[in-house]
């Protein structure tokens, strides 16, 4: 009897000129919807799953800032790390813990499928456990460095409030437990205590 043969595993068909080819936004789209990923220079990374402490965070954040949008200022709030596109060429995308788009930014609102090209008006962020401070101000500058007005950083630790423009002075502007956090420039009237995000 003749021993069964395992088929020979076909080569790898060769990269074109250059190296492979870079990640589209569209392929990265059709591959990746849905996952738990961001891509830094056309490379996939995921990124973790949230602990419970910084879901409740985004999900207040999220509420908060859906409630007066509804009531106030039409647009379209997103979270769970809402994709955003930093730049095309090499493909960079972030996935933003509660993002904003004004009305002018998204007047079809919510797409079915795809996403929101256009730079949002209000990225959030919320401390994890997972982050460093430097992973967290590298995206506060992706964010501002595509024209977003204002970045919200919460964070659960020291349960404050810091939001970053681009051009200001000072950059940053802190609000703390018992304040209330405004942002007169991006959503005009939306007021909310600190402490209430951290409850």
Known sequence: MT?????????????PPGGPAALTLDDFLD??????VEVIDGVVQ???????????VCTKAARYLDEFAE?????VVCSNDTFVVIRRDPLRV????????????????????????AAPDLCVEVVSP?????????????YLGIGVPAVL??????????????PTDPPQQVFHHGDTLTLP?????FAVQVKKFFE
Request: proline content about 14%.
């Open 3 to 15: 021993p069964a043969t395992t088929p020979a595993t076909p080569a790898p068909a060769p990269a």
């Open 31 to 36: 591959r990746y919807a849905g996952a738990y």
């Open 46 to 56: 995921e990124i973790p799953m949230p602990q419970p402490r910084h879901g409740r």
């Open 71 to 75: 009531a106030h200022q039409p647009g």
């Open 94 to 117: 972030r996935g933003a813990d509660v993002v904003y788009w004004s009305k002018e930014k998204a007047p079809d609102g919510v797409p079915a499928t795809g996403m929101i090209t």
């Open 130 to 142: 997972t982050n460093t401070w430097t992973e967290v101000f590298t995206k506060v500058g992706e």
């Open 153 to 166: 950083v919460l964070d659960p630790d020291t349960r404050t409030a810091s939001v970053y423009r681009d």
């Open 185 to 189: 420039d991006v959503l005009p009237g």
